[in-house]
């Protein structure tokens, strides 16, 4: 038993040195994760079938990317979690959530006695540390599902940026055409904590733009030959080095998806609440925001509603207290309702929903957080029957009963997406044309 150490795989090479952490890399093969994912899989190689170990780690290794190659590397080479309690705060100094985690490997008896956060189970423990039948890691990824969800593209340069003042005084000096070059730049926090859910700064973006067209923005170009180019000269990336007028990571596919729209479906990319908003397609969205290249009311209740909620939080990563929305474990796996007439009324408790919100956060100077948390306490009980009404109008448009719990609903689209995966339900998609 122990309690390896918590670093994240960010700050590994820091902590370690390159050398130390190519040797992770090599040793184990499964590129550079949290820390504490190789000790799991020491631990397990280690032990001789039907011994056991436990390991206090952090929750990532029940989440996403790290999952893979810890807890689900030891159920898929013969281990059975047996106890575990999937998250709760670390008692120490450290600002983290931990995971416990107790396996055998290879019993003789497969049918061991399972306990997952102090309850006894009939049924196996999956490697997101929830009953198997709730497992919604488990879920395939759905064809039609893609290119919808992205995160904003990555600046990779402070010097990008302006405040407004710099940027109404250059847009004043030109046509519109510059519009498309000096942009309202969306953080997950504005959208958050302003009470028009707009953005606070702005940011010169030439997109995809060879330098020869970048120069017909010449007052914008400076400021990036200023303020960008001399970090870019710098750094090891010669691509970075090469373009450095442009985004690190622009992210062809996702401005291609919002090229016809007007707007498009916003959220943060991490919080304590993901809440979604409404973006002008002006509007450029940071990389701490994630991007929804739909434009409708349906699309929009659909993700606001309890099952995607449900569904987000459970297939999401966190950081300490934060979920992060994961495009690919979440908006890939999740399994749409199919659009029909009768779904208006969930266009209609959307439209209503964010009115309402709107005008009670321009009407007391508050951002959603500030609002959710009123909602939480008592009060504005009309938005909590908002969120009802809505919720009940995707229950209608799955078929589905109303009034389900989280889990009901996750082990509802689970089996949904497990049917669909089979070929078993005809699926089209979040629009209905995949």
Partial sequence: MGNPPFH???????????????????????????????????????LAPDCRAGLVGTNSVSQNRARSASLQYILDEGGIITDAVSSQDWPGEASVDVSIVNWVKEPTNPQVGRHLDGQDLDEPISASLRPLSLAVDTAAELPANRGYAYYGP????????????????????????????VRPYLTGDDILSRPEHDPSRWIIDFGFMSLEEAMRFEEALQIVRERVKPQRDRTRRESYRRN???????IRDMRTRLA??????????????ILFVWADA????????????????????????????????????TLEDRTRYTTSSVFTTFPWPGRTEGNSSVNAAMSDLVRRRD???????????????????????DVAGLHRRLDDAVCDAYGWPRGLSDDDWNARLLDLNHRIAAGDVEYRGPRGDG
């Fill in 260 to 273: 016809d729209l007007e707007r498009y479906i916003a959220a943060p990319a991490q919080g304590k609440r």
């Fill in 8 to 46: 994240g795989d960010r700050h590994l090479r820091g902590l370690f040195g390159d050398e130390y952490v190519g040797w992770l890399q090599q040793e184990f093969g499964v590129g550079i994760k949290d820390y504490c994912v190789y000790w799991f899989r020491k631990a397990h190689e280690n």
């Fill in 359 to 381: 005008d009670l956060c321009t009407e007391h100077s508050i951002g959603l957080t500030q609002l959710y948390n009123l909602v939480d306490d008592g009060g504005f009980a």
């Fill in 244 to 250: 450095w007028w442009r985004f690190s990571e622009p």
């Fill in 154 to 181: 990555i600046p990779g340069g402070r010097g990008f940026i302006l405040d407004e003042e710099e940027a109404v005084s250059l847009l004043s000096r030109h046509d519109d055409t510059w519009r498309q070059v």
């Fill in 282 to 317: 002006g509007t450029c969205p940071s990389n701490l925001t994630t991007v929804f290249a739909l434009d409708d009311d349906f699309s929009m209740g659909v993700l606001s509603s309890r099952a995607h909620r449900a569904w987000l939080l459970a297939q999401s990563s």
